[in-house]
Protein backbone atom coordinates (compact mmCIF):
# COMPACT_ATOMS: atom_id res chain seq x y z
CA UNK A 1 0.00 0.00 0.00
CA UNK A 2 1.71 3.46 -1.05
CA UNK A 3 1.97 5.86 1.69
CA UNK A 4 1.68 9.74 1.16
CA UNK A 5 3.29 12.51 3.18
CA UNK A 6 2.07 15.80 2.75
CA UNK A 7 3.89 19.21 4.04
CA UNK A 8 4.92 22.67 3.48
CA UNK A 9 1.93 24.52 4.48
CA UNK A 10 1.45 26.90 6.95
CA UNK A 11 0.09 30.86 7.75
CA UNK A 12 0.71 33.29 5.25
CA UNK A 13 -0.53 36.59 4.10
CA UNK A 14 -2.93 37.12 0.71
CA UNK A 15 -0.32 37.71 -1.93
CA UNK A 16 2.00 35.44 -0.68
CA UNK A 17 3.45 32.05 -2.22
CA UNK A 18 4.16 28.62 -0.48
CA UNK A 19 5.17 25.56 -1.97
CA UNK A 20 3.78 21.99 -0.79
CA UNK A 21 5.71 18.77 -1.08
CA UNK A 22 4.16 15.13 -0.85
CA UNK A 23 6.18 11.99 -0.29
CA UNK A 24 4.85 8.70 -1.85
CA UNK A 25 6.67 5.27 -0.85
CA UNK A 26 5.94 2.62 -3.29
CA UNK A 27 7.43 1.58 -7.17
CA UNK A 28 4.40 2.57 -8.79
CA UNK A 29 4.01 6.16 -8.15
CA UNK A 30 5.98 7.01 -11.45
CA UNK A 31 3.08 4.89 -13.38
CA UNK A 32 0.55 6.97 -11.70
CA UNK A 33 -1.36 10.21 -12.52
CA UNK A 34 -1.18 12.46 -9.20
CA UNK A 35 -3.26 15.67 -8.08
CA UNK A 36 -3.82 17.37 -5.29
CA UNK A 37 -6.99 17.81 -3.77
CA UNK A 38 -8.70 20.41 -0.86
CA UNK A 39 -10.91 20.57 1.43
CA UNK A 40 -12.28 22.93 3.99
CA UNK A 41 -14.76 22.17 6.57
CA UNK A 42 -18.38 21.10 5.48
CA UNK A 43 -17.33 20.97 2.10
CA UNK A 44 -16.36 18.03 -0.69
CA UNK A 45 -12.89 17.32 -1.37
CA UNK A 46 -11.58 19.32 -4.52
CA UNK A 47 -9.33 18.50 -7.41
CA UNK A 48 -7.24 21.64 -7.48
CA UNK A 49 -4.45 20.21 -9.76
CA UNK A 50 -3.36 16.81 -11.76
CA UNK A 51 -0.22 15.68 -13.39
CA UNK A 52 0.03 12.50 -15.85
CA UNK A 53 2.78 10.75 -16.03
CA UNK A 54 3.64 12.16 -19.24
CA UNK A 55 3.69 15.64 -17.22
CA UNK A 56 0.23 17.27 -18.38
CA UNK A 57 -1.10 18.76 -16.05
CA UNK A 58 -4.70 20.58 -15.45
CA UNK A 59 -6.10 22.80 -12.61
CA UNK A 60 -9.09 23.63 -11.42
CA UNK A 61 -10.31 27.39 -12.72
CA UNK A 62 -9.92 29.10 -9.16
CA UNK A 63 -6.15 28.11 -9.11
CA UNK A 64 -5.57 28.33 -12.96
CA UNK A 65 -2.29 31.12 -13.23
CA UNK A 66 -1.46 30.99 -9.95
CA UNK A 67 -0.59 27.63 -9.18
CA UNK A 68 1.96 24.59 -10.60
CA UNK A 69 2.06 21.31 -9.57
CA UNK A 70 4.82 19.17 -10.87
CA UNK A 71 6.82 16.01 -10.32
CA UNK A 72 10.22 14.41 -9.60
CA UNK A 73 9.94 10.35 -10.35
CA UNK A 74 13.01 9.98 -9.23
CA UNK A 75 12.51 10.92 -5.77
CA UNK A 76 8.67 9.95 -5.46
CA UNK A 77 7.79 13.45 -5.03
CA UNK A 78 4.71 16.09 -5.95
CA UNK A 79 5.03 19.45 -5.71
CA UNK A 80 2.09 22.36 -6.04
CA UNK A 81 3.80 26.09 -5.90
CA UNK A 82 1.04 28.41 -4.96
CA UNK A 83 1.37 31.80 -5.65
CA UNK A 84 -0.84 34.87 -5.59
CA UNK A 85 -2.67 33.20 -2.33
CA UNK A 86 -5.88 34.18 -1.69
CA UNK A 87 -8.01 34.21 1.78
CA UNK A 88 -10.18 31.51 -0.31
CA UNK A 89 -7.37 29.02 -0.93
CA UNK A 90 -7.22 28.29 2.86
CA UNK A 91 -7.83 24.70 3.17
CA UNK A 92 -6.73 21.41 4.21
CA UNK A 93 -4.29 20.27 1.58
CA UNK A 94 -3.96 16.43 0.15
CA UNK A 95 -1.93 14.54 -2.59
CA UNK A 96 -3.15 11.47 -3.84
CA UNK A 97 -2.72 9.60 -7.32
CA UNK A 98 -5.85 10.49 -10.09
CA UNK A 99 -8.02 7.92 -9.54
CA UNK A 100 -8.17 4.73 -8.22
CA UNK A 101 -7.24 6.70 -4.96
CA UNK A 102 -4.76 5.19 -2.02
CA UNK A 103 -5.42 5.81 1.28
CA UNK A 104 -5.36 9.60 2.24
CA UNK A 105 -2.65 11.25 3.61
CA UNK A 106 -2.56 13.48 7.25
CA UNK A 107 -2.60 16.29 4.92
CA UNK A 108 -1.38 19.75 5.34
CA UNK A 109 -2.99 22.66 6.40
CA UNK A 110 -2.89 26.25 4.50
CA UNK A 111 -4.11 29.26 6.11
CA UNK A 112 -4.12 32.59 3.98
CA UNK A 113 -5.18 35.52 6.54
CA UNK A 114 -3.94 38.69 7.17
Known amino acids: QVQLVESGGGLVQPGGSLRLSCAAS????????MAWYRQTPGKERELVAL???????NYADSVKGRFTISRDNAKNMVYLQMNSLKPEDTAVYYC????????WGQGTQVTVSS
Open 96 to 103: NRHLPLWT
Open 51 to 57: INTGGNT
Open 26 to 33: GSIFSASA
